[in-house]
């Protein structure tokens, strides 16, 4: 539905986008992530027409975003994070408005009208001026007139921004919903978002893609992603560390400390991915039986997408 190739935008000597490219298919939910100046919204302005690229190429829908922006935006529906709204309007009279602008035609306007009312839960504020309502459902009207014109694509920039909670719950779970039947492209540095929302990321940090794909495929990049830590009782302290090395080989860290609990030691093996040794729970389980130890407490730690995303926009990450 969207494929991007070599993207670089320049604004004088400045690279906002440094190279991107990325492919998005349909009833997927992509999240862009980056800290604040990586390219998120400069990239979601090229996809919309509103900037052209210095170099690469954009298709959107098999349509050139430099050829042809005016049918790329025909099928985009867009929410910048600002939302652009008329306060001194209804709900009603603002997607009346855009419904015209979008140009639907006269005998399928009320029917575009109701339908995104529907999507976005706004049927009983439909009557209320724009300025008298919430934020969260300022958000809402904003998706509304996104989804208006029924594309297949939605771009959202910052959706859930200043809004509390409950209210960023209620976006959310709309987001996933219309991710079932359109492609949807969102930007945030909030990982929670990414988390709550998206099936794919994209992980971006000065202008280039840091990493991109399922957040479980991301960590299986990094090193030191296999970890597993365990609580023993009746190990002895010396001894225990040079059994747990033989235990991993050399392609493994072990770490071994004093636990709070008197008798107890907390112990961590931890694989780069560069390791060509391989180890699992079970063999770990096997191993402290045999030597006699008592398990306490024992657990699989995963990268959490804090965690890669640290790596890869950190110090070291950068270098």
């Known amino acids: 539905m969207i494929e991007v190739q070599g993207l670089t935008k320049r604004y004088g000597p400045v690279e906002a986008v440094r190279g991107v490219s990325f492919t998005v298919g349909t009833e ?13 919204t400069t990239i979601m302005k090229i996809l919309t027409g509103y900037h052209f690229p210095s170099a690469g190429s954009a298709l959107v829908a098999g349509i050139s975003v430099q050829e042809d922006p005016v049918e790329v935006k025909k ?25 015209d602008a979008r140009m639907i035609r006269p005998d399928a306007r009320q029917e575009a009208i109701q339908s995104s009312l529907t999507a976005c ?53 709309l987001i996933k919903e219309l991710g079932k039947r359109k492609t949807v492209i969102l930007s ?5 978002e990414v988390e709550a929302v998206c099936s794919q990321v994209l992980i971006l940090n000065e202008g280039r893609i840091a990493a991109q794909g399922r957040p479980e495929e991301i960590a299986g990049t990094l090193k030191g992603t296999d970890t597993w830590e365990l609580t023993l009782k009746g190990a002895d302290l010396p001894g225990i560390t040079e059994k747990a090395r033989q235990l991993t080989g050399t392609g493994a860290a072990v ?16 694989l ?30 995963k990268l959490s997408l804090e965690d890669i995303f640290v790596k890869l926009t950190g110090e070291e990450g950068a270098a």
């Open 188 to 192: 945030t540095h909030i990982l929670q």
């Open 272 to 301: 780069g991915r560069d390791s060509t040794e391989s180890i699992d729970g079970e063999r770990i389980f096997d191993w402290a039986v045999a030597e006699g130890l008592k398990i306490l407490q024992m657990h699989q730690k």
């Open 121 to 173: 839960g706004l049927e009983q504020v439909a009557g209320k001026t724009i300025e008298t309502l919430s934020k969260g459902y300022k958000q809402r009207v904003g998706l509304a007139q996104a989804i208006i014109h029924d594309p297949p694509i939605l771009i959202l920039d910052e959706p859930t921004s200043g809004l509390d909670p409950n209210q960023i719950i209620e976006i959310r779970n």
């Open 255 to 270: 770490s071994v400390q004093e636990g709070e609990a008197p008798g107890t030691v907390h112990l961590r093996f931890t």
């Open 28 to 40: 997927q939910v992509l999240g862009f992530l980056g800290p604040n100046g990586a390219g998120k």
């Open 75 to 99: 099928r985009i529906g867009y929410l910048p994070e600002s939302v652009p709204l008329y306060g001194d309007l209804t709900v009603d009279e603002y997607l009346s408005f855009i419904a």
